[in-house]
């Protein structure tokens, strides 16, 4: 028999505790709908935002931007030549230096890693490379490609400024030795030669 307090139609749920019982009352149906839509989206939001290769937080997209703008500014620096002295000149201008890193990581890191650490592709911050003996050498490689193919062309897909500067970004990345999946590959070379005087001011 209920107790008098207790509607006829809201079950105890059998338990009980020190003598007091509690009702059957369930989680609602929005609540359990939420949690589970939680749950899904979670692989979904991992992927989007936080994948190895993604670049689509708002840091990236900012980033993205400022590249974007600086690439209307091509017409300061008119088309710059894939040879050493502008890619060394290059290097040591940060700002223009964005543009080479944001062209990476939109046609590069999905081999190379975001930071150049190799995944598919050779790791970018050690001292070996495979089809590398100067610093002219990368712009080469992003132009015209290497290993039949492997490493597609992008000289038809990018603006020769993108080339360069992407090239003066890899540069850059000489030096950091970041941990890879990859085994050491190619031959150890030079280290890049002395910027250019000029090259100290952006």
């Not at 050690?126 to 290497?146: M, P, S």
């Amino acid at each position: 028999m209920a107790a008098p307090d207790q509607p006829a139609d809201d079950p105890l749920t059998g338990h009980s505790y020190d003598g007091i019982q509690e009702y059957d009352n369930p989680t609602p149906g929005w609540w359990n709908a939420i949690f589970i839509g939680t749950i899904l989206f979670a692989p979904v939001y991992a992927i989007w935002f936080h994948s190895a290769n993604a670049s689509n937080t708002v840091a990236d997209s900012y980033q993205s931007a400022l590249a974007a703008n600086m690439r209307l500014q091509f017409g300061e620096i008119g088309t710059l030549e894939p040879d050493e002295a502008t890619i060394l000149t290059y290097m040591n201008k940060p700002d223009w230096l964005k543009v080479g890193a944001v062209t990476f990581a939109s046609n590069c890191a999905s081999c190379h890693g975001r930071e150049g650490e190799g995944v598919s592709g050779p790791n970018m911050t050690d001292d070996r490379y495979l089809n590398v003996k100067t610093i002219e050498d990368i712009a080469k490689v992003i132009r015209e490609g290497a290993k039949n193919g492997a490493m597609p062309a992008w000289g038809n897909r990018l603006h020769p400024n993108e080339v360069v500067l992407a090239a003066a970004y890899v540069a850059s990345l000489r030096g950091k030795n970041l941990p890879s999946a990859r085994l050491a590959e190619g031959n150890e070379i030079p280290p890049w030669p002395a910027a250019p005087v000029a090259a100290e001011s952006n």
